[in-house]
């Protein structure tokens, strides 16, 4: 058990620049959550996969923001056309669904500065 | 709208004392309590949790209360140890659905030698 990984662990960007995280969540799990926390707030639910499908969206999830699960491992964030405002962690966690444990394993985050 | 709340940003500690942290929810649908830990630039890990037909949950030095008539939760920490020293975010998630926790801002803890 290799835990979730996330990568970059740091971005920083432009303003207006598009940026890409990745995380890869552990092996044997089939829910795939992304969170933003920002100072002084606790994780916020942004989107979350079960398999490749995408199953839900939070009014949070702009659409400058696009999440994919492709093969339903790996996913990917992307922000286009970065803002001051997204500068945030983004977190990235997976479960396995249906082992009556609702708990959720997280990754170290992508930390954010959009300058 | 807060659905989970933590209203103490912070709380201080003598070491081998007990640490109290404490946590309330508004939405009644919330079925199960999830205790989180959080260091400085890494992603939250899970410490204990309780589901809603349970009044407690202990796991060594830590133990988690529900009282769901008030809608309050509250995690106790004894004894308290340096290596504590953390943000603590209560979560809570309607089971059988997306699994989605909701997290409360936190409060972080620290405990003094």
């Known amino acids: 058990d290799t835990g979730v990984s996330q990568d970059p662990r740091h971005k920083i960007t432009k303003r207006g620049q598009n940026v890409t995280f990745r995380c890869d969540p552990i092996?044997?799990?089939?829910?795939l959550y992304w969170y933003r926390q920002t100072l002084g707030q606790g994780p916020e639910f942004l989107t979350y996969?079960?398999?490749?499908?995408?199953?839900?969206k939070s009014r949070l999830l702009s659409d400058r923001f696009s999440a994919e699960r492709p093969k339903g491992s790996f996913s990917t964030l992307e922000i286009q056309r970065t803002e001051q405002g997204d500068s945030a962690m983004y977190l990235c966690?997976?479960?396995?669904?249906?082992?009556?444990?609702?708990?959720?394993?997280f990754g170290s985050g992508t930390q954010l500065s959009v300058l | 709208d807060q659905q989970v709340k933590q209203n103490s940003p912070s709380l201080s500690v003598q070491e081998g004392r007990i640490s109290i942290l404490n946590c309330d929810y508004t939405?009644?649908?919330?079925?199960?309590f999830l205790w989180y830990k959080k260091y400085p630039a890494e992603g939250p890990t899970f410490l204990i949790s309780?589901?809603?037909?349970?009044d407690k949950n202990e796991d060594g030095r830590f133990t988690v209360f529900l009282n769901k008539s008030a809608k309050h939760l509250s995690l106790h920490i004894v004894p308290s140890q340096p290596g504590d020293s953390a943000v603590y975010f209560c979560?809570?998630?309607?089971?059988?659905?997306?699994?989605?926790?909701?997290f409360g801002k936190g409060m972080k803890l620290t405990v003094n030698p």
């Open positions: 979560a809570a998630v309607r089971q059988g659905g997306s699994e989605k926790l909701v």
């Open positions: 996969f079960q398999n490749e499908a995408q199953l839900e």
């Open positions: 309780i589901s809603s037909i349970k």
């Open positions: 966690a997976s479960s396995y669904a249906g082992g009556g444990d609702e708990k959720l394993f």
């Open positions: 939405n009644s649908m919330f079925d199960y």
């Open positions: 092996s044997e799990h089939n829910r």
